[in-house]
């Protein structure tokens, strides 16, 4: 046999037959020479796309088996964290995505019919949805890090998730300051943080008192560097404590309300009375340290837990040129009773029973509570899995978007026909698994309870 004819027989078997030598007779210029036709083709990369999302799912699992480990054992910072995490725009975002997924399938069967002009609708339509998605995701980011809700070492929360204030390490949080001073090197306070035994002058009443004298002192550098202090000012307005008045609701079996998150401002009603600038104790075992235990007492960091003073100014200024100086009083020591077997009065009041009913925390009082205090030892790991597992999915919607912005292009300019649209078919799987995976974040981490 020649070599003509047997350049022939190839082309005869292959069907060579458009002008670039690629393809095959009488179908798309796109079924490539390789393949015997347009299924083959199909076929072969229909596989191939579900070799690479079985590796995509192996590569999520990883995150799930942190998530279920750090749950069973640490279930507190899951219960608290969470409810910093809005569950509106979780919702909108899951609807967004199931959005999406069907005009990612209704244009695949646009592509298998020849119908260009629903073809590219339906493209459009899912990269305005997945750019929706993207949207929501920057507006609770940016959330995040402007509260300083972050992961790792960089965890310093401004505020509770029941919107209480909260004193920092870093003290650079809009609307607050407080008498921390701390040392990030060394790991532990250098100023500002008092005596639990101090503040609480009074342990039979809720929450934490304290007599303290509070004073805002503007600082500036001199010429060494150092700071100089100058004009000061008192702070002389007490806080309201919305943990020690649902405490003290709980106890007297009023009725307690929802706690205000970050995207829902308090009621006029709560701010009436309330006089800024003001102070009041806060406690924040991040900061100033909770050493009660042995373990940290065995590392040096004190054997009694602190607190530190923190003033709310009720605005979103960041205060750089100013620091907060106070002084507190020891409590009074009570003397004894000179006879405490003697017999006391007790004379009731009318109307009001002589022995009031323990009121019982409802579990809705116990999260209520819960979200308005400080964050529990390990919380930052909770916000360490929520961004690696939601940053990565982000990275893979952003993927999506350039691939569906390819597929636009390309069909603005004609390439799918009935026998090639595989591009649109094997990108539509990856978008359902995209879609797919969210849909397990969405209650994992949003609708914990």
Known sequence: MSASDHDGHGHDDHGHGDDHGHGHAGQSRFIQHHYDDAKHQFDSGKFGIWLFLAQEVLFFSALFVAY???????????????????????AINTAVLIFSSLTAAWAVRAAQ???????????????????????????????KWKEQILFGKFFDPCVSPGGEELITRKNKCEGTKSTVQFDEAAGKPTAGCFEISKLDLDPDRVGIQADCQVSEVKISKGADGKEVEGASRPITNRCKDELVELLEKT???????????????????????????????????????????????????????????????????????????????????????????ADKTNTPEEGVKAVQPLHELTTHEEHELE????PPEHTGMFLTIYFAMTGLHGVHVLVGILVFIWLLFRAIRGDFTSDYFGPVDFSALYWHIVDLIWIFLFPLLYLIH
């Not at 749950?71 to 409810?83: C, N, Q, T």
């Not at 829902?264 to 235990?293: I, Y």
């Not at 960041?318 to 009570?334: G, L, M, Q, S, W």
Request: with cysteine; aromatic share 8%; proline share 8%.
């Open 113 to 143: 019919l020849g119908q260009k002009k629903l073809l590219i609708a339906c493209l459009a339509t899912t990269i305005v949805c997945a750019c929706t998605f993207l949207g929501i995701k920057y507006i609770e980011y940016h959330h």
């Open 251 to 341: 106890e007297s079996g009023g009725k307690v309300g929802h706690v205000a998150t970050h995207e829902t401002p308090k009621p006029a009603e709560e701010a009436q009375g309330q006089q800024f600038p003001c102070w009041r104790p806060s406690f924040q075992p991040f900061v100033c340290l909770d050493a009660t235990d042995a373990d940290k007492r065995l590392h040096g960091q004190g054997s009694k837990p602190t607190a530190g003073i923190l003033v709310e100014y009720g605005d979103e200024l960041e205060r750089h040129d100013v620091k907060i100086n106070a002084t507190c009083k020891e409590r009074p020591v009570t003397p004894p009773p000179s006879d405490v077997h």
């Open 68 to 90: 279920v480990l750090y749950r069973v054992h640490h279930p507190e910072i899951y219960s608290y964290a969470h409810k910093w995490l809005d569950v509106k725009y979780g």
């Open 371 to 374: 979200a308005l205090g400080p």
